[in-house]
């Protein structure tokens, strides 16, 4: 089979950008179609609900998600068979008899979450490892996928007064040039979505500059990204003095934003600087507005915050696990969904920028480590590699030295003599020339709290 992905990493930059751009004419067609517009005005609309309605609505969209999950959903068919069987008699209807969802059992058999009437080969496939290294494989209806993306349009672009037409940068994790790239350029014009990817794997010092002039060249308007990349690239600018692009706003995405990364961002871009939360798998999300609160998006679906030892809920404005339910995506429902983060929500949903959405009191999502190569350049989230159909169950990085990293993963299957050398290779095409072990063990150690990281860095400080 042909790696398309390998075959776009030779192409002459001219005919990349055609390759992005069809990818993005592609993309544009699923997210954007014909009554998008009446979508977005609707989830507007709806920041300005009351409690009663959001209840209201909420509990007649979560009987109709549990229902449809417990009758057509495969897996949840025979996990509420299996309880008959055993004589338990607790109701489905309720939210809090569904058991706890772990990642490892969706990985496992993810189009066992699919509906019996949905074709998975006719629906938007999403592939993610989250932070955990674990590669995940996702279904969304082009009805599900145009509500994602009008609440997107909604509550990231609308409240910052720029819409999807307006050009942008991302700076984040998919490879577009050779990791071993010596010269610019370290990105790639997306004409589809009006988008400019850039590299988040090149940013070492010396090539910061031609980052800044490719966001000017490219007149973006806004930046989103991972915020130790997007902060990195605002240190060396502000620390060589290099001249850089007026932004409308900055957003930081699939990481903890810092105080220390947001000042520096509004200083060097000189503009506000938003933080955003979100999976691939839309149980959760959330966004801050102009007054800085992070609003949730309670279409997305209902969320819990449980005790760190049980399945129970905390206190009101406690912090605890993240567990949540789809409301949006009835047609691959997760149900009590353990996210791996932890967080609170607000008591008091009272916001000076006068919309009525919940409010999270604080996300402590992780954060992975950043390797720091031999040249200099520092790459984190290093993630994607995992998102690709790798035989393994989970995997993580750990920088030991400044020129080896050791890649430790959990075989699947069909891990094959060859994986271990796949593996190695997609690593060092986004390092580089680095010394790359990879070790395979039965399970990887967690941490106390059960969980682990999917980049680690042993480099002293």
Same mark, same amino acid.
């Given at each position: 089979?042909?790696? #398309?992905?390998?075959?776009?990493?030779?192409?002459?930059?001219?005919?990349?950008?055609?390759?992005?751009?069809?990818?993005?004419?592609?993309?544009?067609?699923?997210?954007?179609?014909?009554?998008?517009?009446?979508?977005?005005?609707?989830?507007?609309?709806?920041?300005?609900?009351?409690?009663?309605?959001?209840?209201?609505?909420?509990?007649?969209?979560?009987?109709?998600?549990?229902?449809?999950?417990?009758?057509?959903?495969?897996?949840?068919?025979?996990?509420?068979?299996?309880?008959?069987?055993?004589?338990?008699?607790?109701?489905?209807?309720?939210?809090?008899?569904?058991?706890?969802?772990?990642?490892? *059992?969706?990985?496992?058999?993810?189009?066992?979450?699919?509906?019996?009437?949905?074709?998975?080969?006719?629906?938007?496939?999403?592939?993610?490892?989250?932070?955990?290294?674990?590669?995940?494989?996702?279904? &969304?209806?082009?009805?599900?996928?145009?509500? &994602?993306?009008?609440?997107? *349009?909604?509550?990231?672009?609308? &409240?910052?007064?720029?819409?999807?037409?307006?050009?942008?940068?991302?700076?984040?994790?998919?490879?577009?040039?050779?990791?071993?790239?010596?010269?610019?350029?370290?990105?790639?014009?997306?004409?589809? #979505?009006?988008?400019?990817?850039?590299?988040?794997?090149?940013?070492?010092?010396?090539?910061?500059?031609?980052?800044?002039?490719?966001?000017?060249?490219?007149?973006?308007?806004?930046?989103?990204?991972?915020?130790?990349?997007?902060?990195?690239?605002?240190?060396?600018?502000?620390?060589?003095?290099?001249?850089?692009?007026?932004?409308?706003?900055?957003?930081?995405?699939?990481?903890?934003?810092?105080?220390?990364?947001?000042?520096?961002?509004?200083?060097?871009?000189?503009?506000?600087?938003?933080?955003?939360?979100?999976?691939?798998?839309?149980?959760?999300?959330?966004?801050?507005?102009?007054?800085?609160?992070?609003?949730?998006?309670?279409?997305?679906?209902?969320?819990?915050?449980?005790?760190?030892?049980?399945?129970?809920?905390?206190?009101?404005?406690?912090?605890?696990?993240?567990?949540?339910?789809?409301?949006?995506?009835?047609?691959?429902?997760?149900?009590?969904?353990?996210?791996?983060?932890?967080?609170?929500?607000?008591?008091?949903?009272?916001?000076?920028?006068?919309?009525?959405?919940?409010?999270?009191?604080?996300?402590?999502?992780?954060?992975?480590?950043?390797?720091?190569?031999?040249?200099?350049?520092?790459?984190?989230? #290093?993630?994607?590699?995992?998102?690709? *159909?790798?035989?393994?169950? *989970?995997?993580?990085?750990?920088?030991?030295?400044?020129?080896? #990293?050791?890649?430790?993963?959990?075989?699947?299957?069909?891990?094959?003599?060859?994986?271990?050398?796949?593996?190695?290779?997609?690593?060092?095409?986004?390092?580089?020339?680095?010394?790359?072990?990879?070790?395979?063990?039965?399970?990887?150690?967690?941490?106390?709290?059960?969980?682990?990281?999917?980049?680690?860095?042993?480099?002293?400080?």
């Amino acid at each position: 089979m042909i790696d #398309l992905s390998r075959v776009f990493l030779k192409l002459p930059y001219p005919a990349k950008v055609i390759a992005a751009s069809f990818r993005g004419y592609y993309l544009q067609r699923w997210r954007y179609g014909v009554g998008f517009d009446q979508l977005v005005d609707r989830a507007l609309a709806r920041e300005k609900w009351s409690a009663a309605q959001w209840r209201t609505w909420r509990e007649e969209r979560l009987a109709f998600v549990l229902h449809r999950a417990a009758t057509k959903v495969p897996y949840y068919r025979a996990y509420w068979a299996s309880q008959r069987r055993a004589g338990n008699v607790s109701s489905w209807e309720r939210l809090e008899n569904w058991p706890i969802l772990q990642k490892e *059992e969706v990985r496992v058999a993810p189009l066992d979450f699919v509906a019996d009437d949905c074709n998975p080969e006719k629906m938007f496939h999403e592939h993610t490892s989250g932070t955990s290294g674990k590669p995940l494989s996702l279904w &969304w209806s082009r009805q599900t996928v145009q509500e &994602w993306y009008a609440m997107l *349009e909604a509550r990231l672009r609308n &409240w910052h007064g720029v819409s999807r037409r307006e050009r942008w940068a991302i700076l984040g994790g998919q490879l577009v040039a050779p990791v071993r790239r010596s010269r610019p350029p370290y990105w790639v014009w997306n004409a589809g #979505l009006n988008q400019l990817y850039l590299s988040a794997y090149h940013l070492g010092e010396q090539n910061v500059p031609y980052y800044l002039e490719a966001m000017k060249r490219h007149k973006v308007t806004y930046l989103l990204g991972y915020p130790s990349a997007m902060s990195y690239l605002a240190r060396v600018a502000h620390d060589r003095q290099l001249e850089a692009p007026r932004l409308r706003f900055v957003l930081g995405n699939a990481e903890p934003l810092y105080e220390t990364q947001r000042g520096v961002l509004a200083q060097v871009f000189d503009c506000p600087v938003y933080d955003s939360y979100g999976m691939a798998e839309i149980v959760a999300a959330g966004s801050e507005c102009e007054a800085g609160s992070m609003h949730t998006w309670p279409e997305v679906g209902v969320v819990e915050i449980l005790d760190e030892h049980v399945d129970e809920p905390v206190a009101s404005g406690e912090t605890g696990r993240i567990v949540a339910t789809s409301l949006l995506n009835a047609d691959m429902p997760l149900i009590r969904y353990e996210l791996g983060d932890r967080g609170a929500l607000c008591a008091s949903n009272d916001c000076p920028c006068g919309r009525t959405l919940p409010q999270w009191q604080s996300i402590e999502g992780r954060m992975d480590d950043i390797i720091i190569t031999p040249d200099g350049r520092h790459i984190g989230r #290093l993630d994607p590699i995992f998102k690709a *159909e790798l035989p393994i169950v *989970e995997a993580q990085i750990i920088q030991e030295t400044a020129q080896r #990293l050791r890649v430790v993963v959990v075989p699947a299957e069909d891990y094959s003599g060859e994986s271990p050398s796949t593996i190695k290779y997609l690593v060092q095409d986004r390092v580089g020339n680095m010394n790359v072990i990879v070790e395979e063990v039965d399970a990887i150690s967690r941490a106390s709290n059960g969980k682990f990281r999917a980049v680690v860095s042993n480099l002293e400080s």
